[in-house]
C-alpha cells in the first residue's frame, strides 16, 4: 500500500519560518518525481516546488527565494523549507509523487498539512 504522509505543518507568524516533510512507503521512492502543492478553499490546487529523480528543483513564481525543496532518498523523505512566510502562503500543502512506468502514469498523494500564517 502506497503511503505518503506530511508532517510540519502549522501556525507561524509572518517572516517566520516552518519545514513540512513527506515520508513514502510502499513505492520504490528515488524512482518518483516529487512536489509539494498547495490548496485554498474555492481555488485550484497550485504547485508550489518539484523535485525530479536527478535532483533538479523548480518553483513557482511566488515562493522564489522563499522556500526550498529537497529530498533524502535514504530516508524516503522530501522536504519543504519555507522562510520569510507570507498570509497568502496560507494554504493546506500537499505532497505527491509520480513517475511513468511502460507509458503508465502513477501519481500518488498525501493527505495534506494545513499551514496558517498569521499575526
Known amino acids: 500500500q502506497v503511503q505518503l504522509v506530511e508532517s510540519g505543518g502549522g501556525l507561524v507568524q509572518p517572516g517566520g519560518s516552518l519545514r513540512l516533510s513527506c515520508a513514502g512507503s510502499g513505492i520504490i521512492f528515488r524512482l518518483y518525481d516529487m512536489g509539494w502543492y498547495r490548496q485554498v478553499p474555492g481555488k485550484q490546487r497550485e504547485l508550489v516546488a518539484a523535485?525530479?529523480?536527478?535532483?533538479?528543483?523548480n518553483y513557482a513564481d511566488s515562493v522564489k527565494g522563499r522556500f526550498t525543496i529537497s529530498r533524502d532518498n535514504a530516508k524516503n523523505t522530501v522536504y519543504l523549507q519555507m522562510d520569510n512566510l507570507k498570509p497568502e502562503d496560507t494554504a493546506v500543502y500537499y505532497c505527491n509523487g509520480n513517475r511513468r512506468r511502460f507509458g503508465a502514469p502513477f501519481d500518488y498523494w498525501g493527505q495534506g498539512t494545513q499551514v496558517t500564517v498569521s499575526s
Open positions: 523535485i525530479t529523480t536527478g535532483g533538479s528543483a
